[in-house]
């Protein structure tokens, strides 16, 4: 079977290429914008007839979160019109697609238990509201799995992660947020999981779970706990400031509570998640 893979020069994408390489699976075919725009539907759709696609893995997104409350139409291009395509297409050719949405699409004003995937949605920021309509267009195609994360952060790319190693080497404090809570979720283990998912069906012959599933690393922590833990393990002198989210303000409101129950993920596939502080250490470990 042809697996393709859109957006794969982003983190997602590009942790997946990483163990596809690792395993020395042929199989994956991987592109992102430039040689394959999800947005085109003319362009999907002879792609998938040309390469025989037997499966669809979308990483790509409009993931500037702030950039998302000006630029509305790339969002909506992106994260609505390019998921429609991609639902359409797959649709057609009665082929499974997994598409990664995000924990932003839940109610988090009126919720503070770890969120379940029926539990109900109610994004506060316009990247929240494109990423909810594009698990819609999704769903049009009854063969999918819609993977909603959080915190992601990876060897590729710019990432909070990342960022907080570099401040933290180049300023004596930084003031940290400590009235957001969430998980990290480092996108190796993600990306894992997603292959996971896919060589069941693929290559096993298990059955395809269509439905919405959460996947992020387990345990809880703040912007702050988190820093605090990657200053520390990185053996930076750097002083972290707790301070409130009304003294860092952002264009898009951030959820103050966005904790997922991964309870469904785990047992339809069976897979173990480690804990946010481990992936963070085999990150580092990984980044040195
Ligand atoms: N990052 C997070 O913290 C986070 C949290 C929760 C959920 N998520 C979700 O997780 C998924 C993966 O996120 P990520 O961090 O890996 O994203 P990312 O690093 O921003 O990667 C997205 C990739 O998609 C590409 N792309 C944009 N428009 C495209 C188009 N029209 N056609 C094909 N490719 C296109 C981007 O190219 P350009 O860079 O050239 O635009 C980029 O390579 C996304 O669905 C995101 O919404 C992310």
Not at 107 to 120: A, G, H, I, R, Y
Not at 122 to 137: A, I, M, N
Not at 259 to 281: C, D, F, G, R
Request: one cysteine or more; hydrophobic letters at 35%.
């Amino acid at each position: 079977m042809n697996i393709l893979i859109t957006g794969s020069n982003g983190q997602l994408g590009s942790e997946i290429k990483l163990i596809v390489n690792e395993l020395n699976l042929t199989n994956y075919i991987f592109t992102d914008i430039e040689t394959l725009d999800i947005c085109n539907k003319v362009d999907v759709s002879s792609f998938i007839a040309n390469n025989e696609i037997d499966f669809v893995i979308n990483c790509a997104a409009y993931t500037n979160v702030d950039g998302a409350e000006t630029d509305k139409i790339n969002a909506e291009k992106i994260n609505i019109l390019g998921p429609l395509v991609l639902a359409e297409t797959t649709k057609e050719r009665n082929i499974p697609i997994i598409h990664v949405s995000t924990d932003y699409v839940y109610d988090s004003v009126s919720q503070n238990t770890p969120f379940k995937e029926t539990d109900n949605t109610k994004p506060q920021s316009v990247y929240g509201v494109t990423k909810l309509q594009g698990e819609k267009e999704i769903q049009k195609n009854s063969k999918h799995i819609i993977i909603r994360t959080s915190w992601l952060y990876s060897s590729f790319g710019n990432n909070f992660v990342k960022s907080m190693i570099k401040y933290a080497e180049e300023r004596n404090s930084l003031n940290i947020v400590f009235d957001q809570v969430g998980t990290p979720t480092n996108a190796a283990d993600l990306a894992s999981a997603i292959l996971k998912i896919t060589i069941s069906y693929t290559e096993n012959n298990a059955s395809f779970k269509s439905g919405i599933y959460n996947y992020s690393n387990e345990g809880v922590c703040s912007w702050y706990d988190f820093t605090k833990e990657i200053v520390f393990l990185t053996n930076k002198s750097c002083e972290i400031l707790p301070i409130e989210t009304v003294d860092y303000p952002t264009p898009a409101k951030r959820p103050a509570y966005s904790v997922m129950n991964k309870t469904k993920i785990k047992q339809a596939y069976n897979i173990e998640i480690p804990h946010w502080k481990e992936s963070l250490i085999k990150f580092l470990q990984k980044n040195k």
